[in-house]
């Protein structure tokens, strides 16, 4: 690298961190803290419902609220709205168990010209897959580490 | 004030969240990856379950909470069954949440058509 060229990577870098600055980082908070903590509470009233109405165990409420928040998710996603509120609440629509959901049902949906299979089937785990594998593949450490200290 | 706390620590977890997205170039999956893992080590050392009794679905609904139940399920079924149960347990606390994302993910690629970005 000459030094024009490293002149112009460092301003280049400096008009990076320029705009970097503008970011609107409190506004961004602002609206993932609304988002977030709407679908949580949300989930709440499900966890309400399920214990008190539905009167399930404590498992099952768990259950019963991971499959309607994905279930809305899914529902939101097909019909192009999650696509908007993630616009507006950025991580705090993906953070949620919803924003799995989304991340499951957008390439599953993208990808359907491809076939169900090696489309829709192969591409729903784009990141649930890493998230599976990350996730599952601590708990068992947890689980190994637990026999190994009880 | 269940819902309170499910907002507050809820939202909380969020903005976390986007202030790691803001600062840093880290990708929303890697973002997914990071909170269930998070979620898994808070879950193994039982401290997660404390914000859970604080914050319900604020806890559970954010990925982290699902990394919680991976680790609960392995821990309990690691109790019971040993070393078989170590592997079986994450996904059976989970099995819920994954089965549905399958099925309606499934379904939605049926039944909707994409809105392609031209």
Redesign the interface.
Known sequence: MNKKELDEKQSYNELVKQRMDK?P?LP??VK?????????????????FGEHILKLSEDDV??????V???F???L????VY?KIYKF????A????????N????P???W?REG?IMG??AR?F???G???V???G???I??????AF? | MDYIYAFLIGGLLCVIAQILMDLTSITPGKILVLYVTVGVILGGLGIYDKLVDFAGAGATVPLTGFGNSLAKGAIKAAGERGIIGAFTGGMTGTAAGVAAAIVFGYLAAIIFKPKTKK
């Open positions: 970011s980082l961004d908070c993932a803290f609304i988002t977030g903590g709407t679908i949580c509470t949300i989930g709440e009233g499900l966890r309400k768990a259950a019963f609220t991971a499959i928040l994905v279930f998710g899914a529902l996603t097909g019909l192009g696509d609440g950025g991580a705090g993906a953070v949620p168990i919803t924003g799995f959901s991340s499951v049902v957008a599953a949906m993208e359907r169900l829709t089937a729903m784009t990141i649930a890493p998230v599976l990350y996730g599952v601590s708990s068992v947890v689980g190994l580490l637990y026999l009880n």
